[in-house]
């Protein structure tokens, strides 16, 4: 046919069996399935996307692909602190971030060790999650609220990134979810963070009385 017709949704489909076959020629390493793999299989397949998807918006996607790339390590995991810091302002920044970028910032996440991830979850970029959250939850795609719930509890969470974000409340709602899983994990993330939410233990006891003084 004259037009190529491209389902978008296939893109993560397309990283994971790109990644996949990448991480057969390297065993020794976890290849970076969800951003390398994905940028190049992008770029050819951007021109065959479906013409209802508008140029600008195919731009913006793939710059944000490109730069996120530049962000990560072959692992997934975020580079360092300069890298956390810039991609805080990507994920804060861009706007109308698609399920395809929220995978892939999930995957970085999901990848990075704990002493980065304070960063990340002490930022307004936690709104951001939180959205994503209320969203998949509303649209009852479970497996991501899932995969959100996860993440979340890879976070350090402070009570005031909680509150501030909001997503201490869309959490909490989710433990009256309908389905087990998602229920299941908002009931453990909501037991981690009490502890994050109840008041510091007294260092010590109370002093005890003095003795009576000798006769």
Do not use: Y
Not at 85 to 98: F, K, N, Q, S, T
Not at 108 to 116: E, G, I, V, W
Request: charged share 20%; net charge neutral.
């Amino acid at each position: 046919p004259s037009a190529c017709v491209f389902d978008p949704t296939v893109v993560p489909l397309v990283a994971c069996c790109a990644g996949f076959c990448s991480s057969l020629h390297h065993p020794g390493r976890m290849a970076n399935t969800a951003v390398r793999s994905l940028s190049p299989w992008l770029r050819p397949l951007s021109s065959c996307l479906v013409s209802s998807t508008p140029l600008d918006v195919r731009a913006g996607r793939q710059a944000f692909i490109d730069r996120l790339a530049d962000l990560t390590n072959q692992d997934d995991s975020i580079g360092g602190a300069t890298q956390m810091d810039a991609l805080i302002e990507l994920v804060g920044a861009a706007e109308g971030l698609d399920s395809t970028a929220e995978h892939l910032v999930t995957t970085a996440l999901m990848a990075t060790p704990t002493t980065l991830l304070k960063r990340f979850s002490h930022s307004a970029a936690l709104n951001r999650v939180d959205q994503w959250l209320t969203n998949s939850s509303a649209g009852n795609q479970h497996e991501r609220t899932v995969r959100l719930l996860d993440l979340l509890r890879r976070l350090p969470m402070s009570l005031k990134s909680l509150q501030s974000s909001g997503v201490g409340k869309t959490v909490n709602k989710l433990r009256k979810a309908s389905e087990e899983s998602v229920k299941s994990a908002a009931i453990a993330l909501v037991k981690d963070w009490k502890e994050v939410a109840a008041p510091p233990a007294e260092s010590s006891a109370a002093p005890a009385a003095a003795a009576p003084a000798a006769a």
